[in-house]
């Protein structure tokens, strides 16, 4: 259901609730008056015939009163009787209810009521009429004539049919219900037209803008024709469209460039890998030839040393070259199940010697088996290669600690590497994984770009937190076998 289809469902909810609230309020209200006005007409009514009998009765025209009972009769007038307070009939417009006892329920109510009020009562055959029972008291006037010392002569009885109010009642109902209905479908029409024109016509213009802009690309502008908020939002998305298109276009021309820099790299690993191959073995018989040769120099001769140094560098010149064949040709994985804590006590004891060379303290702490499916020799080629690179970090001493727990997620193993040493700058956070990146005269810069690549080869991660003065940590994030 659409937005305007609620809006207007809501509004017309809260509209009928409110207008058959004060629709009842008024009904209610017009109910009341309507009654009132019958319990005036009945007072005035009364008030007619009790005077009526005491100027007939001053007249000495007493008899006659029967007959003006009678004439007073209307459409909506029952009956009209006046009885003693014992009950006995002695005037009455009914046929045949004078010298009788009056039995009707009206008598009991009174005595009940013990009140003159206008009551309602049951005529029988569910018809409900008006009833008003007044004292005809015995005053001076009546005493001249009729002695006694009763404060109370008779009793007045009028009835009126309901039927006349009901119906005044009933069209006053009708009346009402019609206005609130009209009112009601006036309400509701004029919201629906309202909310087309001014919500509904100009959002579905939006939404075909946007529709086209999706199919013809970022470039097509939305009209602003409007005033309003409308006119807001379609000025507001140009500006986020124009963004967008302008930041597509710059992340497509750094894809490019990226895409260039790939094919560059990619050309030069070839490169350096034929060249790094056509060096290997050269170097492999020149370090051999020198070394035939030192063993003709006596070890006092100082060509012995110079030897030895030039041995030394064809060394790290060979490291460097296996690196850059290992960095430009990795070799395939061959996973199986190892206990990760067997890789982490291998790499231990390989940097063992050189730590004690610098007084660094090697730690570790496990939370028990943890199983991995691995390259080992290739994952214990990454973990030396952190350590080697924290260990250069604390020629003076410190600490090295490797913590094998529970990763991140589920079914996931963590490797943390931490050391004591100064820090990395967070300028070079970003690079330190970045081939040929070092900020050291030795080593060729391929250590953490080599270890990046085995741990993405096996569907892990690698990251690394530090800050200058307290030390790095490097953590190794790999799928368990659990």
Request: glycine share 8%; aromatic share 6%.
């Amino acid at each position: 259901m659409g937005l305007n289809k609620k809006f207007i469902l809501c509004f017309s909810a809260v509209a009928l609730l409110t207008i058959a609230f004060f629709s009842w309020q008024n009904f209610r209200i017009s109910q009341e008056q309507i009654r009132d006005n019958r319990r005036g007409k009945i007072e005035l009514l009364n008030e007619i015939i009790n005077n009526g009998l005491k100027s007939l009765m001053l007249e000495g025209r007493g008899r006659e009163f029967q007959k003006f009972l009678e004439n007073l009769i209307a459409e909506d007038i029952i009956a009209i009787r006046i009885f003693t307070e014992d009950g006995m009939i002695l005037n009455s417009t009914v046929p045949g209810e004078i010298g009788q006892r009056f039995q009707h329920k009206d008598m009991s109510v009174y005595r009940a009521r013990n009140d003159l009020s206008i009551f309602w009562t049951d005529a029988g055959k569910g018809k409900k009429i008006f009833s008003k029972i007044v004292l005809i008291r015995n005053d001076r006037t009546c005493q001249r004539c009729h002695g006694g010392v009763a404060h109370i002569r008779g009793m007045l009885d009028v009835e009126f049919a309901s039927k006349a109010t009901d119906d005044d009642i009933t069209a006053a109902a009708s009346g009402i219900a019609r206005t609130a209905l009209l009112t009601l479908f006036l309400l509701i029409g004029s919201i629906w037209l309202l909310s087309s024109y001014l919500v509904k016509k100009p959002i579905d213009e939006l939404i075909g803008s946007l529709e086209r802009v999706a199919g013809g690309g970022l470039r097509e502008q939305l009209p602003t024709n409007r005033s309003e908020e409308m006119g807001l939002l379609a000025s507001s998305l140009n500006a986020i469209m124009a963004d967008i298109d302008r930041k597509g276009a710059e992340i497509d021309k750094c894809r490019a460039d990226r895409d260039v820099y790939i094919d560059k790299m990619a050309s030069l690993g070839e490169l350096a890998a034929s060249v790094a191959h056509d060096i290997k073995n050269p170097l492999a018989g020149i370090s051999g030839a020198l070394q035939v040769l030192a063993e003709d120099f006596p070890e006092d001769s100082p060509r012995k040393d110079i030897t030895r140094e030039i041995l030394d560098e064809i060394d790290r010149l060979d490291r460097a070259v296996k690196d850059l064949l290992l960095f430009a040709r990795p070799p395939d994985m061959h996973l199986i199940p190892v206990d990760i804590n067997a890789i982490i006590e291998k790499v231990m004891a390989r940097v063992a010697p050189r730590a004690d060379e610098q007084k660094v303290r090697i730690e570790m702490r496990s939370t028990g088996d943890l199983s991995i499916m691995v390259d080992p020799e290739q994952l214990e080629r990454a973990v030396g290669n952190i350590a080697l690179h924290s260990l250069q970090s604390m020629p003076y001493g410190g600490r090295l600690g490797f913590d094998v727990h529970d990763g991140p997620e589920q079914h996931e193993v963590e490797i943390s590497v931490s050391d004591t040493g100064p820090g990395i700058p967070q300028d070079n956070l970003k690079d330190i994984f970045k081939p040929f990146f070092s900020t050291k005269h030795s080593g060729s810069g391929l250590g953490l770009a080599i270890t990046r690549n085995i741990i993405e080869g096996h569907r892990g991660r690698i990251a690394v937190e530090s800050s200058p003065g307290s030390g790095t940590r490097y953590r190794i994030i790999l799928p368990s076998t659990r």
